[in-house]
């Protein structure tokens, strides 16, 4: 569940991790002779550390043992219990063994910068209900720890251990807030940050322990009548929470700094080491929606960040600055594309990633007051000029007549205007995520440029109820999720089509992955005189079915507010289903597991509805796109039923 245009290194870690073997390889490709020292700016396991368990899921990178530099041992966990070992040996010394009922982790968990302590959890999930998945080599059926909207979650408890003595203490939690993630330590080892959160994130503590004594000091609360900083607030999601800069703590100035949407949108505010506010470091006057903080000189106290800054184009990205000690803000850069900005350790230059449709892929020096230097590296223009695009961006009028929307069109590169086209939306809908593409990295536009080189124009809409154009934008849809977010996007289909005869709006095809598969068979039920076709990926079918992502965005638990969730559910309507639909999943999907797809298809069954194709892929995890049958089927289905 992702941004767009946040914390790149991310992709660079999921490349290696993916090896991304779908999207014709083109994202891989261009990326080729990237600078290595970007690359090694992300945080890797040490080599030699042994993988424990999957991620949170199995298409993310795994839960490996924790190496500590200074004390040069490794902490890991093996049947629940937490062990230590030797740099040079691969016998482990038990630590300690886990409560009754409970495990040992290795997930967020930290040593102390001095090697003494180490933060750990013990987790409980003999409540939470089981899903299963099937791997294909072996052939292997797996049970999973799976919660859904509403049921029991795991209980994480967090210990500090004193590794040379095997002490623990327990940090203690508030059962209200079940959420809680380890953010760091502090340089002197004496004390831990946590930020934790109520299940439907109206509410964050970030709090400071004492490493010896357990006992806890509330730095800063914040509540909301709506959900605060979103899905990296759920378990799992601790490494994108701190690298997502939403605290940053500046120990040899006892303050911090901190990301609140509290006036609408997101800014900076700066704090005292008792969580005073000290002053806003950012405002929208000046620098509009700060996107996220790109890196912190301590020795001349300055802060970057990223930020939508202008309000023609609310998704246009600019490098901006902002002093520690002394009010006011910079702007830094004046450039298109602007996909993240790097600096290295000596902190003089800075180096500018622009990616742009439908050429510019490169790296900008510029001098720290933002004078540019040279262009060290630029993507192999032979590699673009292979994969075409012809593209246009145009901005369309909401639902409601006075929000401007922004889409996206794909045309073939043989484009003829005298003919007419079918027409496929590819659609998302979730607040947490756009999808209008606006750099060349996006596998999604890999995909969909293949199918539009048959023949089809495809079309991106990023309608109200998505992100990074403030908070009463993205919470359009809040409480009311699938309910609404539909009218502005075929209104926007509708207005674009006004303008290009061309587009055939009487042959207009859905697709969605995962929560965008759920919005692209809604669009086949909701609107079955408009949409004639839907291929769907890895789809979740009803909200109240859905994993527990969904409870802050409806904004309570099913048995809290039924009616909400019987609202936005769509298994109801499946007798208004008229258009062919594809139907894949994998069955090692841990994400969305395939079990909702067989429900799906079930219930197809009992309305006598046959109009439809359900292709399982033997061993396939959520990322179904990686196997090399999928983006010829898809495009295949899409000629088959709209040309």
Same mark, same amino acid.
């Given at each position: 569940m992702k941004t767009q245009n946040k914390i790149f290194i991310i992709f660079l870690l999921s490349v290696a991790f993916l090896d991304m073997v779908y999207s014709q390889n083109v994202p891989r490709q261009l990326m080729k002779e990237f600078p290595s020292w970007i690359n090694e700016k992300g945080e890797r396991p040490h080599p030699d550390a042994k993988i424990l368990e999957n991620g949170l899921f199995t298409h993310i990178a795994p839960v490996t043992e924790l190496y500590s530099d200074s004390n040069k041992k490794f902490a890991g966990t093996r049947d629940g219990k937490l062990y230590l070992r030797n740099q040079t040996t691969d016998s482990i010394k038990i630590l300690l063994e886990p409560d009754h009922d409970w495990y040992w982790s290795m997930s967020n968990a930290m040593w102390s910068p001095n090697g003494i302590y180490l933060a750990s959890k013990q987790i409980d999930d003999s409540k939470v209900p089981e899903i299963e998945i099937i791997k294909s080599n072996p052939k292997e059926t797996i049970k999973k720890k799976y919660s859904r909207a509403g049921d029991a979650l795991p209980e994480h408890r967090f210990y500090v251990i004193n590794v040379k003595t095997g002490d623990k203490v327990e940090v203690k939690r508030n059962e209200n807030l079940p959420y809680i993630h380890?953010?760091?330590?502090?340089?002197?080892?004496?004390?831990?940050?946590? %930020?934790?959160?109520?299940? =439907? $994130?109206?509410?964050?503590?970030?709090?400071?322990? &004492?490493? *010896?004594?357990?006992?806890?000091?509330?730095?800063?609360?914040?509540?909301?009548?709506?959900? %605060?900083?979103?899905?990296? =607030? $759920?378990?799992?999601?601790?490494?994108?929470?701190? &690298?997502? *800069?939403?605290?940053?703590?500046?120990?040899?100035?006892?303050?911090?700094?901190?990301?609140?949407?509290?006036?609408?949108?997101?800014?900076?505010?700066?704090?005292?080491?008792l969580g005073n506010l000290v002053r806003p470091l950012t405002t929208f006057s000046e620098n509009r929606i700060v996107i996220s903080i790109v890196e912190i000189d301590k020795l001349n106290d300055w802060i970057y960040f990223k930020a939508h800054a202008n309000k023609n184009d609310p998704y246009e990205i600019q490098l901006f600055r902002t002093n520690l000690n002394n009010p006011g803000i910079e702007k830094i850069t004046d450039a298109s594309g602007i996909l993240d900005v790097f600096f290295q350790e000596s902190k003089d230059t800075l180096w500018l990633f622009r990616s742009q449709l439908p050429k510019t892929l490169q790296i900008e020096r510029y001098a720290i007051d933002g004078r540019y230097i040279d262009t060290p590296w630029q993507v192999d223009s032979s590699i673009i000029s292979d994969n075409q695009l012809n593209h246009e961006y145009e901005w369309v009028m909401a639902a409601d007549g006075t929000t401007q929307l922004q889409s996206l069109i794909l045309k073939p590169m043989d484009f003829d205007p005298n003919r007419k086209y079918p027409v496929v939306e590819y659609i998302y809908g979730a607040s947490f995520n756009n999808v209008v593409v606006r750099d060349l990295l996006n596998n999604w536009l890999w995909d969909m440029n293949?199918?539009?080189?048959?023949?089809?124009?495809?079309?991106?809409?990023?309608?109200?109820?998505?992100?990074?154009?403030?908070?009463?934008?993205?919470?359009?849809?809040?409480?009311?999720?699938?309910?609404?977010?539909?009218?502005?996007?075929?209104?926007?289909?509708?207005?674009?089509?006004?303008?290009?005869?061309?587009m055939d709006l009487n042959r207009v095809g859905v697709f969605g992955h995962s929560w965008g598969g759920h919005f692209a068979l809604r669009a086949l039920l909701e609107a079955p005189e408009f949409y004639k076709a839907g291929h769907i990926n890895a789809a979740a079918l009803d909200p109240i079915d859905f994993r527990i992502a969904i409870e802050p965005f409806m904004g309570c638990l099913p048995d809290e507010c039924p009616e909400k969730y019987k609202k936005s559910a769509i298994s109801n309507k499946l007798n208004r289903l008229k258009a062919p639909l594809m139907i894949v999943h994998g069955t090692y999907d841990d994400d969305v597991p395939i079990d909702d797809s067989y429900k799906l298809v079930s219930q197809l069954e009992k309305l006598n509805y046959n109009n439809y194709e359900f292709v399982v892929y033997d061993g396939a995890d959520h990322i179904v796109m990686r196997d090399r049958n999928w983006l010829p089927q898809m495009i295949k289905f899409f000629i088959t039923k709209l040309k």
């Open positions: 380890l953010l760091q330590w502090s340089n002197d080892s004496q004390e831990l940050y946590f %930020l934790m959160s109520d299940r =439907l $994130l109206k509410e964050v503590l970030l709090i400071s322990v &004492d490493a *010896k004594t357990g006992k806890e000091t509330i730095l800063l609360s914040e509540t909301s009548d709506t959900y %605060l900083i979103g899905l990296d =607030l $759920l378990q799992g999601y601790s490494k994108r929470l701190i &690298d997502s *800069k939403q605290v940053v703590f500046l120990e040899d100035r006892n303050q911090f700094t901190w990301m609140s949407e509290r006036n609408g949108y997101n800014q900076i505010y700066l704090y005292d080491d293949k199918l539009v080189q048959e023949g089809i124009i495809v079309v991106f809409i990023d309608g109200r109820g998505t992100s990074e154009r403030g908070k009463k934008f993205q919470d359009y849809s809040y409480g009311k999720f699938g309910q609404i977010e539909l009218q502005d996007h075929i209104g926007a289909l509708k207005q674009l089509g006004k303008k290009r005869p061309y």
